[in-house]
Antibody, heavy 117, light 107 residues
Framework: QVQLQESGPGLVKPSETLSLTCSVSGGSISSYYWSWIRQPPGKGLEWIGYIYSSGTTNYNPSLKSRVTISVDTSKNQVSLKVSSVTAADTAVYYC???????????WGKGTTVTVSS | DIQMTQSPSSLSASVGDRVAITCRASQSISTYLNWYQHKPGKAPKLLIYAASSLQSGVPSRFSGSGSGTDFTLTISSLQPEDFAAYFCQQSYSTPFTFGPGTTVDIK
């Protein structure tokens, strides 16, 4: 079965770019939507955006100006970049797989990112 | 954006209890409503999709109902492994949004 593993730096400095990778194992990236979701400490879940395997993207307007999601089908990886980060971007970041009806049937365990100097 | 609310925010229950969690959308989302279970340090787990469809491998004690703006997740007989957080999510339109969650703990 498909498994997802998020990875990346746990600490990012303010104003820098946060970069995370979601490695997909046990299945193909093709024909699915791949979302990034985050949860700041003590707060609810926030959908960041998704990418379809063809490369089509859809971002949350609240983050759209700072977010880029990309896919590397040869490596079976999905990437997230958030630019100009502040303390408000401190969160657990999850990647998740979804099908045609956009329910997220597989999630990674998440990776914690702290924005601090 | 479609706002999602849940009630209660937390509940205490005993093994064997019947538990119901409600989720409300700020506008009609048809049946584009999904329920997840989340335990600390683990990946969230899809329980119910499209309001009432049980995800493969999920025990039948979990069920979902509702359409439009009001939805319910029911656990018919709470088991020890069910103590966790539960949250709803609308997939009707982007940006996808989540409910704030309901924590189910041991009474």
């Amino acid at each position: 079965q498909v498994q997802l593993q998020e990875s990346g730096p746990g600490l990012v400095k303010p104003s820098e770019t946060l970069s995370l990778t979601c490695s997909v194992s046990g299945g193909s990236i093709s024909s699915y939507y791949w979302s990034w979701i985050r949860q700041p400490p003590g707060k609810g879940l926030e959908w960041i955006g998704y990418i379809y395997s063809s490369g089509t993207t859809n971002y949350n307007p609240s983050l759209k100006s700072r977010v880029t999601i990309s896919v590397d089908t040869s490596k079976n990886q999905v990437s997230l970049k958030v630019s100009s980060v502040t303390a408000a971007d401190t969160a657990v970041y999850y990647c998740a797989k979804a099908g045609d009806y956009y329910y997220m049937d597989v999630w990674g365990k998440g990776t914690t990112v702290t924005v601090s100097s | 954006d479609i706002q999602m609310t849940q009630s209660p925010s937390s509940l205490s229950a005993s093994v064997g209890d019947r538990v119901a969690i409600t989720c409300r959308a700020s506008q009609s989302i048809s049946t584009y409503l999904n329920w997840y279970q989340h335990k600390p340090g683990k990946a969230p787990k899809l329980l119910i999709y499209a309001a009432s469809s049980l995800q493969s491998g999920v025990p039948s004690r979990f069920s979902g109902s509702g359409s439009g703006t009001d939805f319910t997740l029911t656990i018919s007989s709470l088991q020890p492994e069910d103590f966790a957080a539960y949250f709803c999510q609308q997939s009707y339109s982007t940006p996808f949004t989540f409910g704030p969650g309901t924590t189910v703990d041991i009474k």
